[in-house]
């Protein structure tokens, strides 16, 4: 059975039995760089397909507009994770907010713009290790959880320069309160992204790849149990109590996801909010494996999940925002013309993936 990408409201599309087993009789023949060359040309051509860039450019704008609309508390995440005395739990996000006044979103732009580009390459990229995967024989069933690793490792990277220039510009408001330093490191996102070493900017590339990839990889498997559910069982409920389960399932999934995955996340949050200091030699250097081991020494297991109940809300706040607006979309009419055009070319009926 052919389907689509779980995130976001995918068409299904009807598959040929044939297909999986030409494609099952040439698994043996393919090379490494043949299947990857197949799995691009298969991507390219679901990527054609106008309903898919118009699902591709929703989930994009989603993620940045979901970012903005939970941005404080991300600040407060980064604040808590780098054991700042004041900002210590969830329940300082008025302090926080009261305190920084619109200052707080002075590293937006970078998260805005990593959300927004994370959620394209989400696209395309799950579409080609989806592909590539399924000629090396991954079952149907873990292939989504599979390819979801693969493209949340390398969004991981690309998305580590950006993530790190926000971290610094979320703590240097404080770091100025406190006198650690005399003048803001950065004074625009464009700004660190241009004059942040390269040491710095990829200092905690290790642990935020880890995390991408096993959040990506979670949400993508839960989203796919979740959408097959609904096409099996849908007909039995009604058109609010599917819309419900949709964007619940969604939050659900990505609280579950960044619930196993915090402890990547605790240690990424560590790394970075010391990075400016360690790259500049004025503290000792951190790697992610000493970082585990001083967290889980000094707190025990316990300790790698400190700051949880932040993160939590956050991410609870933006899979909300993205699965409402998805469910919107879906329902207003904005896809129409898309589907349409999707129709036209016949893609409705070609698309395997």
């Not at 873990?142 to 610094?168: D, F, H, N």
């Not at 880890?210 to 949400?219: E, I, N, P």
Request: glycine letters at 10%; charged letters at 15%; a positive charge.
């Amino acid at each position: 059975e052919a389907r689509a990408s779980p995130l976001l409201g995918g068409e299904m599309a009807a598959g040929q039995p044939s297909v999986d087993m030409t494609v099952a009789a040439q698994m043996e023949k393919l090379s490494f760089t043949a299947s990857c060359h197949q799995a691009w040309e298969s991507a390219a051509h679901s990527m054609s397909d106008p309903l898919i860039q118009q699902q591709a450019l929703e989930g994009a704008t989603l993620r940045a507009a979901a970012a903005f609309v939970a941005y404080p508390l991300d600040v407060l995440k980064t604040q808590v994770q780098a054991g700042h005395p004041r900002y210590c739990n969830l329940r300082a996000a008025p302090r926080i907010v009261l305190d920084y006044k619109l200052a707080i979103f002075r590293g937006y732009p970078g998260v805005g713009a990593n959300s927004f580009l994370m959620g394209a390459l989400m696209f395309g990229g799950y579409r080609f290790f989806d592909n590539f995967w399924r000629l090396q024989g991954v079952p149907d069933y873990w292939r989504p959880a599979v390819a979801g690793a693969s493209i949340g490792g390398i969004c991981g990277l690309a998305a580590t320069p950006l993530e790190q220039v926000k971290t610094v510009m979320a703590l240097q408001e404080t770091w100025l309160r406190d006198g650690r330093i005399s003048a803001r490191v950065f004074n625009s996102v464009p700004h660190g992204t241009l004059a942040g070493s390269w040491r710095l900017k990829f200092y905690a590339a290790s642990p935020l790849m880890c995390r991408t990839a096993l959040f990506d990889s979670q949400l993508f498997f839960y989203n796919s149990r979740l959408r097959e559910y609904l096409a099996r069982e849908g007909h039995n409920f009604s058109e609010g109590t599917r819309v419900f389960l949709g964007t619940f399932g969604f939050m659900l999934a990505g609280l579950v996801g960044a619930t196993i995955n915090y402890p990547f996340d605790l240690i990424k949050g560590k790394m970075m909010a010391k990075a400016y200091f360690a790259s500049t030699g004025q503290e000792a250097g951190l790697s992610t494996v000493k970082t585990f081991a001083t967290v889980a020494r000094e707190n025990g297991v316990i300790g790698l999940f400190r700051g949880l109940p932040t993160r939590s809300a956050l991410h609870a706040m933006v899979w909300c925002v993205v699965g409402v607006g998805r469910e919107a979309c879906e329902r207003s009419g904005i896809r129409d013309s898309a589907k349409a055009r999707s129709a036209a070319k016949g893609h409705s009926k070609q698309l395997s993936a």
